[in-house]
């Protein structure tokens, strides 16, 4: 039987991506965790992209207004209002029997994507995709948190987000190929769902956390729900309302202009999907490097000072980016943007991680989540309002970025937690 005791290795990562053995090492048991919910985070960004990339192909289909693109993907974010109670659920059942469940459901409900006759079928199978996607990605920064070493928790969020990064590429490169797969767009979500089901399998034996299980079975389940609500509203209300402000408006800002850049690139830009792909895979490969990379440097410089440059950096971008900008420019400002996006989003993600001891962490991080996408919802569905009166999408985005600077405050009011151990930080 194999030894997970020894040292890990991380041989599926470039040398120069591997976490730093300096900040401690690392087992084998540590590193085949953090494999299994990457690889869960890796399908999760081919499948959630999928509808931003075929935008176009599932307008024409399903006959979707060009005001009403914003609005559908605006139905798909009130899934985090549910999604939120699974993944708070993980702080009284534990993450491993849920991680089973979200995994297998998500990848359940993206098949019967494939196959929904008409517009309302397609949102609701959507919708339940995402509740499961959500608590899913929500409960995998948890575990990544109570694994990594207290010195690699940046890298250990920059791998994941990196993974999920590299699931877009992928879907991207898929897509390419969309006009010739049987059934078009559809054939996307089989061949999403199909590797889900595979990682659920070797999720069999996937450990409990040792920190929550060094907290198992304290109180009954109603006890330990009832106490958790209390607890958290009266022991850390300014570090959780500081963490939800900034991840709000984060995502108001940031959701219209990530879901809506691929239809732009071919709408506005005359791009094909094979000319889109050929941006998203060597631009998504390097956005990849580069979220690994500012998560290391995270936990050397300190959170604060890199979320506050890596938000400010995605505004710039994308602004830039739906500003007429010249065709020479828009790959250069595609890659940075979204860069920024998913290195932005998982340190703000481990801000909700970090800032808070075991028994919230799960709850914390979901009311993040859901939060940041609730009210990306709400700024999608004003987008829809925003290109009623201005005619253009590019306007309506650039208005709602005006939002990034509540983040970028919020930020600076933080603790900042790097290099500091959970525990240390919940005291």
């Known amino acids: 039987m194999k030894d997970l005791s020894a040292p890990a290795r991380f041989r599926w990562l470039p040398p120069g991506l591997r976490p730093d053995p300096?900040?401690?090492?690392?087992?084998?048991?540590q590193e085949r965790t953090i494999l299994l919910v990457g690889a869960a985070a890796l399908f999760a960004g081919f499948d959630q992209n999928i509808f931003g990339l075929a935008i176009p192909q599932i307008q024409v289909e399903l006959q979707i207004p060009e005001n009403q693109v914003g609005l559908t993907a605006a139905y798909f974010r009130i899934a985090a209002i549910f999604a939120l109670l699974l993944a708070a659920s993980a702080d009284i059942v534990g993450r491993r029997q849920l991680l089973l469940v979200t995994l297998l459901a998500q990848a359940g409900f993206t098949l019967l994507t494939a196959f929904a006759p008409g517009y309302q079928s397609f949102v609701w199978a959507q919708f339940f995709t995402r509740v499961f996607g959500y608590a899913e990605e929500m409960l995998c920064f948890v575990v990544v948190a109570e694994v990594v070493a207290a010195q690699a928790r940046g890298w250990g969020n920059g791998a994941l987000s990196a993974m999920y990064y590299f699931g877009a590429g992928l879907a991207s490169l898929v897509f390419a190929a969309v006009n010739l797969l049987p059934y078009g767009w559809r054939a996307l979500y089989v061949i999403g769902a199909l590797p889900l089901f595979a990682v659920a399998y070797l999720r069999r034996h996937l450990p409990e956390t040792e920190r929550f299980a060094a907290r198992e079975g304290i109180g009954s389940k109603s006890t330990q729900a009832?106490?958790?609500?209390r607890d958290i509203a009266r022991q850390y209300p300014r570090r959780v309302a500081l963490v939800v402000?900034?991840?709000?408006?984060?995502?108001?800002?940031?959701?219209?202009?990530?879901?809506l850049a691929q239809k732009y690139l071919q709408d506005a830009y005359l791009y094909s999907p094979g000319e889109v792909t050929?941006?998203?895979?060597?631009?998504?490969?390097i956005g990849l490097a580069l979220a690994i990379l500012a998560g290391r440097l995270s936990d050397r410089v300190g959170r604060k000072p890199m979320a506050f440059v890596i938000v400010s950096l995605v505004a710039v971008c994308f602004f830039l980016f739906y500003n007429g900008a010249p065709g020479w420019a828009i790959p250069l400002l595609w890659i940075l943007a979204f860069f920024g996006f998913f290195s932005g989003d998982a340190l703000i993600a481990g801000f909700a991680l970090e800032i808070v001891p075991t028994q919230y962490r799960a709850t914390v991080s979901g009311l993040r989540y859901m939060l940041e996408i609730s009210f990306g919802a709400v700024a999608l569905a004003l987008e829809?309002?925003?290109?009623?009166?201005?005619?253009?999408?590019?306007?309506?985005?650039?208005?709602?970025?005006?939002?990034?600077?509540?983040t970028l405050i919020a930020i600076l009011f933080l603790p900042e937690p790097a290099g500091r151990t959970l525990e240390e930080m919940a005291s």
């Open 22 to 29: 300096k900040h401690g090492p690392m087992d084998q048991q």
């Open 226 to 229: 009832l106490r958790l609500v």
């Open 245 to 259: 402000i900034a991840a709000s408006a984060f995502g108001f800002a940031i959701s219209p202009a990530t879901v």
């Open 278 to 285: 050929m941006l998203l895979i060597p631009g998504g490969l």
């Open 384 to 406: 829809g309002v925003l290109y009623d009166y201005f005619g253009s999408h590019s306007t309506a985005i650039q208005c709602l970025l005006a939002a990034i600077p509540i």
